[in-house]
Structure formats: structure tokens, C-alpha cells
């Protein structure tokens, strides 16, 4: 089955600079790729997904990159700030199974 | 996501006592699904349901069951038999299986 690892698992940044988090997948066959973000007791809140067909896709500061070949896709957040600290987590699914989650990236960002 | 919702925000149990958690969701769903999040561990799928009157098991169901009598509602009970139960319990739903997923505010089950 579907195996997703996510790194690093801790992240501290400068307000301003840019962060990125990687996650590589197992199943060639995923096709689905969404990213979370979830702040401390809440629930997770989707920020940006990318399919199979798409090498990347933007939204304001946020970006996501997929490397299909090489099974890695990653989060890009440019000119960070503080209310960008929390729990992200990857996911990746092929068609017709469940989500893998990937474990979390806890993301500080320092003022 | 605001359209689902989940009950209570904190519950306490007992050793050897069955407990019910609430999800319901007013977006027209087909798809739910439980998960449990331990600290610094990714979500894991207990159970999910495609469709009213089914549902399949997840990665780890031992221990928990559901029930899907209205596509509005799929409550997790968490059985006796579940000897950890201490965790966040989010829920969550979807169009169709191959749609994104949207998740309730979650749950933290506590053992006295």
C-alpha cells in the first residue's frame, strides 16, 4: 500500500523568509496530492492540492511542486508570517483508495 | 467545512464504558470518514462510508464501530475493547471518494 513520509518534521523560519516542506510517496499510481494545514486543537483546513497532470499550482503565497518521476511533491510558503505557524500535513491517494497522511511538519515562524 | 459538525468537543470515559461520538454534516455528502490523530503522528482511517447503510473498515478499526443510517450522520462508537483510546477524533466528508476531503472540529477523548 501507499507509504507517505514528510520532512522535516520541525521548521522555524524568519518572518519573511520562505519555507518548504517535502513529502515522497511509495504508490506510482497516486494521483492526488493535498496539503493541510492545521493550527494548534483545530481542524485541518486544506490549502492547496495538486493532481497527477500538473507539475505545480499556485495560490497567493503558497505553492505546490510534483515531481511524479522521482514521487516527491512539496509545499513552498514565500514571505512567511507568524499566523503561518502551525501542523502541515501531506496526503496522497490513488484512484479509488483511502488518503495516506503523512505524519506532520510542525512550521514556526519567528517574528 | 463548517458544515460539519461534531459532538462533544471533550468527552470523558471510563474504563469499560462504550462512547459515542457525534458527526453530522449539512453539505450534501456522500463520503465519511473517521480518523484518529495521536501527538505528532499523522492521521490514521478508522472507518469510512461511501454511501448510507455502508461502510467499510479503515487501517485501524479494532476496537471502534459505526453506523450510517442517514447520509447526514455517521456516529463512531468507541468500544471497551479499544484499550487506547485516548486521542483527537476528527471526521470528515466528501463529495465522492475521489473528492477532497473536508473535516469537522474533532473530538478529544480523554480515559478517567
Redesign the interface.
Known amino acids: 500500500g501507499e507509504n ?1 513520509e ?1 520532512h522535516p ?1 520541525t521548521l522555524s523560519v524568519q518572518e519573511g523568509d520562505s519555507a518548504v516542506i517535502k513529502c515522497t510517496y511509495s504508490d506510482s499510481a497516486s494521483n ?1 496530492f ?1 496539503w ?1 494545514k492545521q493550527e494548534l ?6 490549502i492547496i ?1 495538486i493532481r497527477s497532470n500538473v507539475g505545480e499550482k499556485k495560490d497567493q503565497r503558497i505553492a505546490v511542486t510534483l515531481n511524479k518521476t522521482a514521487k516527491h511533491f512539496s509545499l513552498h510558503i514565500t514571505e512567511t508570517q507568524p499566523e503561518d505557524s502551525a501542523v502541515y ?1 501531506c496526503a496522497a491517494r490513488e ?2 483508495q ?2 495516506v ?4 511538519t510542525r512550521l514556526s515562524v519567528l517574528p | 467545512d463548517g458544515g460539519i459538525t461534531q459532538s462533544p468537543k471533550y468527552l470523558f470515559r471510563k474504563e469499560g464504558q462504550n462512547v459515542t461520538l457525534s458527526c453530522e454534516q449539512n453539505l450534501n455528502h456522500d463520503a465519511m470518514y473517521w480518523y484518529r490523530q495521536d501527538p505528532g503522528q499523522g492521521l490514521r482511517l478508522i472507518y469510512y462510508s461511501q454511501i448510507v447503510n455502508d461502510f467499510q473498515k479503515g487501517d485501524i478499526a479494532e476496537g471502534y464501530s459505526v453506523s450510517r443510517e442517514k447520509k447526514e450522520s455517521f456516529p463512531l462508537t468507541v468500544t471497551s475493547a479499544q484499550k487506547n483510546p485516548t486521542a483527537f477524533y476528527l471526521c470528515a466528508s466528501s463529495i465522492g471518494t475521489e473528492e477532497t476531503q473536508y473535516f469537522g472540529p474533532g473530538t478529544r477523548l480523554l480515559v478517567l
Open positions: 507517505v514528510q518534521s492526488y493535498p493541510y486543537g483545530k481542524r485541518p483546513q486544506l492540492d500535513f484512484y479509488g483511502n488518503f497522511f503523512g505524519p506532520g
